[in-house]
């Protein structure tokens, strides 16, 4: 019997619309090494590691009627160099260039008839550097059995370890009558299957928060905060099908010091850069802005799953198995930057005594880049609940603090691409990695025409909060 969607894989698949495609990416740029950075090499690359992740030479099919949710079959067709595409700018191509087709290439939905996901190497980049652009949809990585295609093609040093036996060979595509009859036993064995399968996309997505992505962090408080809609926002507003994307580089350390002088954790330093940054983005729009005004952020964090851990049966996992979505308003109304630090590192507090948030030193620990992977789990955890209660997803994961390699060139910055939820013009994904913070800004591409200030305004808040640091 073919392997059935999972009732939340299913449901993004249901839910996609044009102005909300629901794939995950991620922008990865590399110095080129003297052997160059190769289309061959990094096709032959991913060949070699599709045996670590099966999942991505299979499709989705439907199931005739949807008396059932779709099934995961074996392409036949299956063909690499259809999903690992190359492209170039006009050399010297600049960052603005590359970020402007990022924006194309997230704007387009995945071609649901194939495996979803594709990968873009990017030639003619300025200063000898070639970018690695990943696109994976959110049906696809569940952190356990499947993760992100990015997170198996880098390696720990320039040598590439041998490739491992792989004599795949597809498995004969189930019939129309095979996927009804296999429908059939499981109604029969699980009648409710049945009827969970006849309802709507979107009370299915809702059944789902509960069954899947279990309790939001920091039960109480975060109860306390959903009661109540999301505050008005202009990030708030019917979305386009076409997005604009932006990027921000810091540097750990100054996070560092900031956490050292004021308390709390990294992760609330960046939630107050973020605040600072918000907070004048709406000043330079001429929004009003009082004492009481925040935007409410749905922010994703990896927590504790013993038993998807120890279910995993060798396939590749993630520590902690498992993402919750937590819920913070952020003070963008309170001038003082220390002061919103405070304030963010009061409403995070909940989730670190709940004993069950992962720490940034364990995440990091996963065999490969796990960034890639957890930024999607993020998102499928933010898409799992009403866009009515929150205003923007921002993911923030801790990446290694040591160079990583594909092919042998050396991965100098990686940006996340988060996805649009309906109605949200801004998703913003944060990755540490190799001494640098990262900000990967994805935004709809008319309501956010100025993300780009908003990129550099991030960079001026952190600024901010790194001069209020003595000695």
Excluded: C
Excluded at 89 to 115: F, I, T
Excluded at 161 to 190: C, G, H, I, N, Y
Excluded at 395 to 402: K, L, Y
């Amino acid at each position: 019997m073919a392997d059935r969607l999972s009732a939340l894989d299913a449901s993004f698949l249901y839910l996609e619309e044009p102005t909300t495609p629901m794939h995950v990416g991620g922008v990865a740029v590399f110095q080129r090494p003297r052997a160059d950075f190769a289309y061959d090499r990094l096709v032959e690359l991913v060949e070699q590691r599709l045996t670590l992740v099966p999942r991505y030479r299979q499709k989705v099919v439907p199931v005739p009627g949807r008396l059932a949710r779709p099934v995961w079959v074996d392409d036949p067709d299956f063909d690499v160099t259809y999903h690992v595409r190359r492209s170039a700018l006009p050399r010297p191509g600049s960052d603005r260039q590359l970020h402007e087709l990022v924006a194309r290439l997230m704007s387009r939905p995945l071609d649901h008839a194939r495996p979803l996901w594709e990968i873009y190497l990017v030639e003619g980049l300025a200063k000898n550097r070639t970018a690695v652009i990943t696109k994976t949809h959110q049906a696809l990585v569940d952190g356990v059995g499947t993760i992100d295609i990015a997170q198996v093609i880098l390696d720990s040093s320039p040598a590439t370890p041998p490739p491992a036996e792989d004599l795949w060979m597809p498995q004969p595509q189930p019939s129309a009558l095979q996927l009804v009859a296999d429908a059939v036993t499981d109604a029969v064995q699980r009648p409710g299957e049945l009827v969970e399968n006849v309802r709507s996309a979107a009370m299915d997505a809702a059944t789902t928060v509960r069954k899947v992505v279990g309790a939001v962090g920091g039960v109480a408080s975060a109860l306390r905060t959903a009661a109540r809609p999301a505050p008005d926002s202009p990030l708030n507003v019917r979305i386009s099908p076409q997005r604009r994307f932006a990027v921000a580089r810091t540097r750990l350390d100054d996070y560092r010091a900031v956490r050292a002088a004021h308390g709390g954790t990294v992760n609330d330093v960046v939630l107050a850069v973020l605040s600072g940054a918000l907070r004048n983005w709406l000043l330079s729009r001429g929004e009003a802005v009082t004492a009481r005004t925040t935007i409410r952020a749905m922010a994703p964090m990896s927590v504790r799953d013993t038993e998807a851990a120890a279910g995993t049966g060798g396939r590749p996992a993630l520590v902690g198995g498992r993402v919750s979505a937590y819920l913070v308003d952020l003070p963008v109304g309170e001038p003082n930057p220390v002061v919103r630090l405070h304030h963010v590192s009061h409403a995070m507090r909940a989730h670190q005594e709940s004993g069950q948030s992962v720490a940034a030193d364990a995440l990091v620990r996963v065999s490969g880049f796990a960034p890639p992977t957890l930024h999607a789990l993020g998102a499928r955890a933010a898409n799992s609940f009403s866009r009515r209660i929150f205003n923007l997803v921002v993911t923030n994961v801790p990446g290694p603090q040591v160079p990583l390699y594909a092919t042998g060139a050396r991965m100098v910055e990686m940006f996340p691409v988060v996805p649009l939820a309906k109605n949200q013009a801004l998703a913003i994904g944060v990755t540490s990695y190799d001494g640098g913070v990262y900000y990967g800004l994805n935004a709809d591409r008319d309501a956010m025409s100025d993300v780009d200030v908003l990129a550099g305004m991030v960079q001026e808040s952190v600024e901010e909060l790194v001069g209020t640091v003595s000695g």
